[in-house]
C-alpha cells in the first residue's frame, strides 16, 4: 500500500551536478517526511547514468546514502527512453523525472513523459533550445498553465544555474511588462575564463590553463568545446528570446562567436583538444594586449534584442569600471531591459556555473512540481 503523498523520483545522471542533487533531495526527503501536518514521502526508484542503472522491479526505494555504492555494484544496463517512459508509466504513485544529463535523446522524448503524466525538472538545455517545434511539443504536453492532465516541467537551472533567471522573465512577461532587451554574461566558464586569463588590471595565466582549471571545477559541459564554440550560451539565449516570445528556430539560427581554433577543428575528443589547445596561448596573449593598449579588457558576452529581434553571442571589450569587466569567478551577470525597469534594468548576478548551485535550481524545481501535485 503506498504511502500517503507519496512521490516518486527517478534521477538520470550522477556526474557533477547529478551527485550534488542527490545530496540536496536526500535533505529534502527528510525534511518533508518529518512535517506532522502534512508529510511528503519521497522515494528514490530509479538512479541511472550512461553504463548502469538501479531500479527494483517493484518500484520499492532505493538507499540515498548508499547510491554510489549500490550503483557501482549494479549490472543493470540502462533503459532506453521509451523503456524509461513505460517504466514510470506504471508507477503506482506521481512520478518527477531529474535530467541531470546533456543528453539529446532522453530531451527529445520530454513530450513522451509529459503526456503519461511524468513531471520533469533539468539543467539539460537541449530539450528547450534544440528546434523550435520540439519546445512547442514540450510546452503543448505540459500542464503548465494549462492543467489538462500531462505532467509538469521546470528548467530554471537551464540558463545562470541555480540563479532566478527564467523565472523573473515569466513573471516579467506574465504580468504584462514589454522585454525590450536582455544582455550580459550567461556562461559560468567564459566568465571564470576570462576573469582568470584577462583580470582587470593585468596578469592571469594562460588561456588553455584556465580551461582545463575550469572543467576541474566542473563549470564546463561534459565536453568543453560545447562551451568554447559558444553554442552554450547560444542555447541559453534561445531559451530566454524564447520565453519573451521569439520563435527562434534553433541556437544556430542567429550569430555565434567560437573560440575554437580553426585548426583544433577536427579534434576527435574533448581531450585531445584540450591537450593541443596550448598551441594557441599566443593567440589568445595578442587579444589581451590589444584590449589592454585601449585600457580594456575582453569579455564573452551575448544579447537578445526583442524589439529587433535579433540575437548574438560573441566576444567584446570594456572598460575597466564596467561592471561585466568587474566580474569574479563564475560570475554571471543578466540585465533585464523592459518597459517597467525604463533605462535602469533589472539585474541579476551571481554564481552561474558549479554543482551545488545548479543542483539547488533543480531541488527548488521539484519542490515546484511537489506544490502543483498536492
Ligand atoms: N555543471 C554546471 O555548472 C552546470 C550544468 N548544467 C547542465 O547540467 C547537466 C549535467 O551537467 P554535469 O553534471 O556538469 O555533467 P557531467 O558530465 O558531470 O555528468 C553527466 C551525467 O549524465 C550521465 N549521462 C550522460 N548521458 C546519459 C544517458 N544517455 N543516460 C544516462 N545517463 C547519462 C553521465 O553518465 P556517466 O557517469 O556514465 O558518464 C553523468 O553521470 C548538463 O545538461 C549541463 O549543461 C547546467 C547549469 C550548470
Ligand atoms: N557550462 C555551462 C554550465 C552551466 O550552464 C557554463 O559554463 O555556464
Ligand atoms: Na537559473
Given at each position: 500500500m503506498p504511502l500517503p503523498?507519496?512521490?516518486?523520483?527517478?534521477?538520470?545522471?550522477?556526474?557533477?551536478?547529478?551527485?550534488?542533487?542527490?545530496?540536496?533531495?536526500?535533505?529534502?526527503?527528510?525534511?518533508?517526511?518529518?512535517?506532522?501536518?502534512?508529510?511528503?514521502?519521497?522515494?528514490?526508484?530509479?538512479?541511472?547514468?550512461?553504463?548502469?542503472?538501479?531500479?527494483?522491479?517493484?518500484?520499492?526505494?532505493?538507499?540515498?546514502?548508499?547510491?554510489?555504492?549500490?550503483?557501482?555494484?549494479?549490472?543493470?544496463?540502462?533503459?532506453?527512453?521509451?523503456?524509461?517512459?513505460?517504466?514510470?508509466?506504471?508507477?503506482?504513485?506521481?512520478?518527477?523525472?531529474?535530467?541531470?544529463?546533456?543528453?539529446?535523446?532522453?530531451?527529445?522524448?520530454?513530450?513522451?513523459?509529459?503526456?503519461?503524466?511524468?513531471?520533469?525538472?533539468?539543467?539539460?538545455?537541449?530539450?528547450?533550445?534544440?528546434?523550435?517545434?520540439?519546445?512547442?511539443?514540450?510546452?503543448?504536453?505540459?500542464?503548465?498553465?494549462?492543467?489538462?492532465?500531462?505532467?509538469?516541467?521546470?528548467?530554471?537551472?537551464?540558463?545562470?544555474?541555480?540563479?532566478?533567471?527564467?523565472?523573473?522573465?515569466?513573471?516579467?512577461?506574465?504580468?504584462?511588462?514589454?522585454?525590450?532587451?536582455?544582455?550580459?554574461?550567461?556562461?559560468?566558464?567564459?566568465?571564470?575564463?576570462?576573469?582568470?586569463?584577462?583580470?582587470?588590471?593585468?596578469?592571469?595565466?594562460?588561456?588553455?590553463?584556465?580551461?582545463?582549471?575550469?572543467?576541474?571545477?566542473?563549470?564546463?559541459?561534459?565536453?568543453?568545446?560545447?562551451?568554447?564554440n559558444g553554442l552554450d550560451v547560444a542555447r541559453k539565449l534561445t531559451i530566454l528570446a524564447r520565453i519573451a516570445g521569439l520563435e527562434v528556430e534553433s541556437p544556430t539560427s542567429f550569430p555565434v562567436q567560437s573560440l575554437i581554433p580553426k585548426e583544433l577543428e577536427g579534434c576527435k575528443s574533448g581531450d585531445e583538444f584540450l591537450e593541443r589547445l596550448g598551441e594557441f596561448d599566443g593567440k589568445m596573449e595578442e587579444l589581451k594586449k590589444q584590449a589592454a593598449a585601449e585600457g580594456k579588457v575582453v569579455r564573452f558576452v551575448g544579447s537578445v534584442d526583442v524589439a529587433k529581434k535579433e540575437v548574438k553571442v560573441g566576444l567584446e571589450k570594456f572598460d575597466a569600471s564596467h561592471p561585466i569587466a568587474a566580474l569574479k569567478g563564475s560570475d554571471n551577470i543578466i540585465s533585464f531591459y523592459t518597459k517597467r525597469y525604463g533605462d535602469n534594468p533589472l539585474i541579476i548576478q551571481g554564481a552561474g556555473a558549479g554543482g551545488e548551485v545548479t543542483a539547488m535550481g533543480v531541488t527548488a524545481d521539484l519542490i515546484k512540481v511537489l506544490r502543483l501535485l498536492h
Amino acid at each position: 500500500m503506498p504511502l500517503p503523498r507519496q512521490v516518486f523520483i527517478a534521477v538520470i545522471g550522477a556526474g557533477g551536478v547529478g551527485r550534488c542533487f542527490l545530496k540536496q533531495l536526500h535533505y529534502l526527503a527528510s525534511h518533508l517526511c518529518r512535517d506532522s501536518s502534512a508529510p511528503t514521502y519521497l522515494s528514490l526508484i530509479l538512479l541511472s547514468t550512461s553504463k548502469k542503472c538501479l531500479r527494483n522491479p517493484d518500484y520499492r526505494s532505493l538507499h540515498l546514502d548508499t547510491w554510489e555504492q549500490d550503483l557501482a555494484a549494479s549490472s543493470t544496463a540502462p533503459l532506453s527512453p521509451e523503456e524509461l517512459a513505460e517504466y514510470l508509466a506504471h508507477a503506482p504513485n506521481k512520478v518527477v523525472l531529474v535530467d541531470n544529463t546533456s543528453n539529446q535523446a532522453l530531451a527529445d522524448a520530454y513530450p513522451l513523459f509529459l503526456h503519461k503524466g511524468i513531471s520533469i525538472v533539468t539543467p539539460n538545455k537541449k530539450a528547450f533550445s534544440s528546434n523550435y517545434d520540439l519546445w512547442k511539443s514540450i510546452f503543448s504536453a505540459a500542464s503548465n498553465g494549462n492543467g489538462h492532465g500531462g505532467g509538469y516541467v521546470f528548467h530554471e537551472s537551464s540558463v545562470g544555474a541555480g540563479l532566478p533567471v527564467i523565472c523573473t522573465l515569466k513573471e516579467l512577461v506574465e504580468t504584462g511588462d514589454e522585454v525590450r532587451k536582455i544582455e550580459g554574461v550567461f556562461s559560468g566558464t567564459m566568465s571564470f575564463l576570462f576573469n582568470s586569463f584577462m583580470p582587470v588590471g593585468g596578469g592571469g595565466g594562460p588561456f588553455s590553463a584556465e580551461v582545463k582549471k575550469a572543467k576541474e571545477l566542473g563549470y564546463t559541459e561534459p565536453d568543453p568545446r560545447d562551451d568554447l564554440n559558444g553554442l552554450d550560451v547560444a542555447r541559453k539565449l534561445t531559451i530566454l528570446a524564447r520565453i519573451a516570445g521569439l520563435e527562434v528556430e534553433s541556437p544556430t539560427s542567429f550569430p555565434v562567436q567560437s573560440l575554437i581554433p580553426k585548426e583544433l577543428e577536427g579534434c576527435k575528443s574533448g581531450d585531445e583538444f584540450l591537450e593541443r589547445l596550448g598551441e594557441f596561448d599566443g593567440k589568445m596573449e595578442e587579444l589581451k594586449k590589444q584590449a589592454a593598449a585601449e585600457g580594456k579588457v575582453v569579455r564573452f558576452v551575448g544579447s537578445v534584442d526583442v524589439a529587433k529581434k535579433e540575437v548574438k553571442v560573441g566576444l567584446e571589450k570594456f572598460d575597466a569600471s564596467h561592471p561585466i569587466a568587474a566580474l569574479k569567478g563564475s560570475d554571471n551577470i543578466i540585465s533585464f531591459y523592459t518597459k517597467r525597469y525604463g533605462d535602469n534594468p533589472l539585474i541579476i548576478q551571481g554564481a552561474g556555473a558549479g554543482g551545488e548551485v545548479t543542483a539547488m535550481g533543480v531541488t527548488a524545481d521539484l519542490i515546484k512540481v511537489l506544490r502543483l501535485l498536492h
